[in-house]
């Protein structure tokens, strides 16, 4: 690094204006990247945490929970193979509410679970419900911006149903949409209009069934039983409308810059180091190892990379301070990590050709030249 | 007893294959011995820079055997000769050479560095060989604040630096007016009496001569005397 240092020392300019670019770059990486995964979040954090890991949904539905339709045959099926308490089903409808006394119009998720299921909404503020309790839903937090709060009354547009919000929960999206959870008392008056006597812990037909199963059970549902998918949790999730589409163009993106950091590191050390082929003759002649000047390279673009990318994460930290809370933007740390090495990764990968031509450069250049 | 620095025994060097080969140097004899500072002349194109490499151990003969500071390196890899090089060989170069980016002394640390030297060793050495040159004052200055006298003194010291059994220059004074070119080669010479060490300088520029022990002609691939 003898040789490394001192040469930043020496041209500050020059290696301060890649280092701007680098940081640019590395600081758009990662803001793309939170945004991809808030939106991602926000799309579909209703399915990624609920705790269940298999979905059964009808086997003409490709894989769309709404296209789905199944019935009680169909859970009687699963349960004999999961059991009783791994396997509940779920129902849900997009749907307009507007909340009586104040200005709002949501598009919301409706979400029918068996409220002493698996998938039972975790209320973090509020009452619970429970499969007996009637005309009153758990919502979530995210309508709290508008104005929705515990013991408002919101309204399904197309129906009219009134229904009283009992409690909060938290990080529950579909589609972009808050969830609102129902029991299926309240989902059979919502759907058909008729108010069912007694309670059920689920309607007759639905969209899916979760399951909580192993990889063993999961094969042998598929094969077990007739005209039902068995997808992954990852498989739902991509098949919610609109997921890919926003991940895939986003993932590009991202794509787009690490290649680009990478072919402008290239571009910018080999301009450098094809600049100083005959210092390099000359350190080779005087007995320098190839292996030295190789390091020397490598090293500046790990401190360049390394620097920047320290900056342009101190400067993601400053800006998520500062972003609006509706802002979908999420960077967890294993995200961090992962995204840093890779920025670090195709920088190291990008000067390698400079670090061949250093290779190549031969001491007998040294000899006999006139020129600098 | 003079011992012999360099000894080169019917070293050939052919480039080219079959029918078209090309004899730079054919069954040349040299020996440079202890204290000795030999001028190599001859005009361009008659193959200099073949055999300042080949003597420097930068180009492997095609035939014959070189000896430095007693040392073969006919059966040596690249690698074992850049280690060889870096410890045996001091080498100035047209125009000095320096690192633009290193100031005077580091230019010196950085060579005892690779050679892997302790650093308050080398800080000595570097101080010592700077004073004796009459550069100590620019120790902290790049090479483009010197002028190119002075860049040539701290090339000579950076030869010197890693305490190499010979010194191998090509065309020191090449880029120098004659009196700045003539302080470089008495400095050298008397360098090489001082610390009892052999120097070869290839050159064109007759007037340098007066300092050398022997001044030889490259000429047809074999050194004459005159």
């Known amino acids: ?372 | 007893m003079t011992t012999a620095k360099l000894v080169m025994k019917q070293v050939t060097k052919t480039y080219g294959d079959g029918d078209s080969t090309l004899s730079v140097l054919n069954k040349l004899d040299f020996q440079v011995n202890e204290g000795e500072f030999v001028a190599v002349l001859g005009p361009s194109g008659s193959g200099k820079s073949t055999f300042l490499s080949t003597a420097g151990a930068l180009l492997s003969p095609t035939n014959g055997e070189i000896l430095i500071d007693g040392e073969s390196i006919a059966d040596k890899n690249k690698a074992e000769l850049t280690e060889f090089r870096l410890h045996k060989i001091g080498f100035m170069f047209q125009n000095a050479q320096l690192l633009p980016y290193l100031k005077v002394e580091e230019q010196l640390l950085f060579v005892a560095k690779i050679a892997k030297l302790s650093s308050s060793e080398s800080k000595k050495r570097s101080a010592y060989l700077l004073k004796r040159l009459g550069i100590w004052e620019r120790r902290n200055h790049y090479p483009e604040k010197l002028s190119g006298g002075e860049k040539q003194r701290v090339a000579i010291a950076r030869a010197w630096m890693n305490n190499p059994a010979i010194l191998f220059a090509d065309e020191p004074t090449a880029s120098l007016d004659f009196k700045r070119g003539k302080e470089v080669v008495q400095m050298l010479a008397d360098e090489v009496k001082r610390e009892g060490k052999a120097a070869v300088m290839v050159t064109h520029d007759e007037r340098m001569l007066e300092w050398c022990d022997r001044v030889l002609y490259l000429q047809d691939g074999i050194l004459l005397e005159r």
């Open chain 1, 1 to 372: 690094m003898f040789l490394a240092m001192r040469e930043l020392r020496h041209s500050k300019a020059r290696y301060a204006l890649i280092m701007v670019i680098m940081l640019l770059v590395s600081f758009l990486v990662l803001f793309v990247t939170g945004l991809a995964k808030g939106l991602a979040y926000a799309n579909i954090s209703a399915i990624e945490n609920m705790p269940t890991n298999y979905y059964v949904v009808q086997g003409d539905a490709e894989h769309k929970f709404r296209r789905s339709q199944l019935n009680d045959s169909n859970l009687k099926d699963v349960r004999a193979i999961v059991g009783n308490e791994n396997a509940t089903p779920l129902s849900m409808q997009m749907s307009t509410i507007t909340a009586t006394d104040l200005d709002v119009k949501a598009d919301v998720t409706f979400f029918a679970v068996d409220m002493a299921g698996p998938i039972a909404p975790k209320v973090v503020q509020g009452a619970e419900i429970s499969n007996d309790t009637v005309g009153s839903v758990i919502v979530d937090r995210k309508l709290e911006e508008s104005g929705i709060k515990i013991g408002s009354v919101i309204s399904d547009q197309q129906t009219g149903m009134t229904l009283k919000v009992a409690g909060f929960v938290e990080d529950n999206s579909y589609s972009h949409t808050p969830v609102v959870y129902i029991n299926a008392h309240d989902w059979q008056e919502l759907t058909t209009g008729v108010s069912q006597k007694g309670a059920t812990d689920h309607p007759a037909s639905f969209n899916l069934i979760a399951v909580h199963a192993t990889s063993d059970q999961a094969t042998s549902l598929q094969e077990g039983l007739k005209g039902v998918d068995v997808i992954t949790q990852k498989e739902a999730i991509a098949s919610i409308p609109g997921y890919s589409e926003e991940q895939g163009s986003l993932l590009m993106m991202i794509a787009f810059l690490f290649v680009i950091s990478a072919v402008v590191l290239a571009v910018f050390f080999y301009v450098i180091t094809i600049q100083k082929t005959s210092q390099f003759g000359i350190l080779k002649a005087m007995g320098t190892k190839t292996s030295y000047l190789a390091w020397s390279v490598l090293g500046q673009v790990l401190l360049l990379s390394v620097s920047s990318l320290v900056v342009s994460l101190l400067m993601i930290g400053g800006m998520k301070m500062i972003l609006p809370e509706s802002m979908p933007f999420q960077l967890n740390t294993p995200t961090l990590i992962l995204t840093s090495s890779l920025f670090v990764g195709m920088s190291l990968i990008g000067s390698l050709i400079s670090v061949l031509k250093v290779a190549k450069v031969d001491a007998l250049e040294a000899i006999g030249r006139v020129g600098a």
